[in-house]
């Protein structure tokens, strides 16, 4: 019943996120792709990818959980 009500609204979910993807190669794509890429860079730094940014995201999200799980002192041995 659970799975019944939760799923298809997990899945529209899903498929909104993907956002626009088309199938074939349109000619307008590649000049939209390249005007949001003068838009949204910042002069003078290099390009970086989504996922770069994740990982790091995801990099500092363990970090400050493993500092949060691990009391202090206990890497020290006595």
Do not use: C, H
Request: charged residues 15%; proline residues 9%; aromatic residues 6%.
């Amino acid at each position: 019943m659970v799975a019944a009500v939760v799923v298809p609204g997990v899945t529209r979910l899903v498929n909104s996120m993907a956002g626009y993807n088309p199938q074939g190669f349109e000619p307008k794509d590649a000049e939209r792709l390249s005007w949001l890429d003068s838009r949204l860079r910042v002069t003078g730094l290099p390009p970086v990818s989504l996922e770069l940014v994740l990982n790091v995201l995801l990099f500092l999200l363990v970090a400050v959980v493993w500092l949060a799980i691990v009391p202090p002192g206990a890497s020290r041995r006595r």
